[in-house]
C-alpha cells in the first residue's frame, strides 16, 4: 500500500526551527518531484517548496525562500523540509505530494498526498 507520512511538526516558539519528513512507502520516491505544502484553515493551501527527481532542483515560494531548505534522500525514500527562523504566520498543516515531471506549485498537478502534520508557532 502506497503511503506518504508526514512528521516532526510540533508546537515551538518564534525564531526556531523544526526539521519535517515525509517517508515513504510502498513505491519509489526517486521517481517522483516532491512538494511540500501548507494550509491554514479557511485558506487555500500553498505551495512552498518544490524538489526534482532527477537532479534534485529545488524551488521556493517567496515567503519561505532564505529560511526553509528542501531536501531529499532517495536511499531512504523520504523528504525533508528544514524550517528555520520560524514565525507565527508559519503555523499550519504542513504536507508532502509527489508527482510525475518536473516540479511545480500547482498542487492539482500531485497524484498523491500525505496526512499531514501541524506546526504551530508561538510569539
Known amino acids: 500500500q502506497r503511503q506518504l507520512v508526514e512528521s516532526g511538526g510540533g508546537l515551538v516558539q518564534t525564531g526556531t526551527s523544526l526539521r519535517l519528513s515525509c517517508v515513504a512507502s510502498?513505491?519509489?520516491?526517486?521517481?517522483?518531484?516532491i512538494g511540500w505544502f501548507r494550509q491554514v484553515p479557511g485558506k487555500k493551501r500553498e505551495g512552498i517548496a518544490t524538489?526534482?527527481?532527477?537532479?534534485?532542483?529545488?524551488n521556493y515560494a517567496d515567503s519561505v525562500k532564505g529560511r526553509f531548505t528542501i531536501s531529499r534522500d532517495n536511499d531512504e525514500n523520504s523528504a525533508y523540509l528544514q524550517m528555520n527562523s520560524l514565525t507565527p504566520e508559519d503555523t499550519a498543516m504542513y504536507y508532502c505530494?509527489?508527482?510525475?515531471?518536473?516540479?511545480?506549485?500547482?498542487?492539482?498537478?500531485?497524484?498523491?498526498w500525505g496526512q499531514g502534520t501541524q506546526v504551530t508557532v508561538s510569539s
Open positions: 505530494a509527489i508527482m510525475d515531471g518536473s516540479p511545480s506549485f500547482k498542487e492539482e498537478l500531485y497524484k498523491f
Open positions: 510502498g513505491f519509489p520516491l526517486e521517481y517522483y518531484a
Open positions: 524538489i526534482g527527481s532527477a537532479k534534485g532542483r529545488t
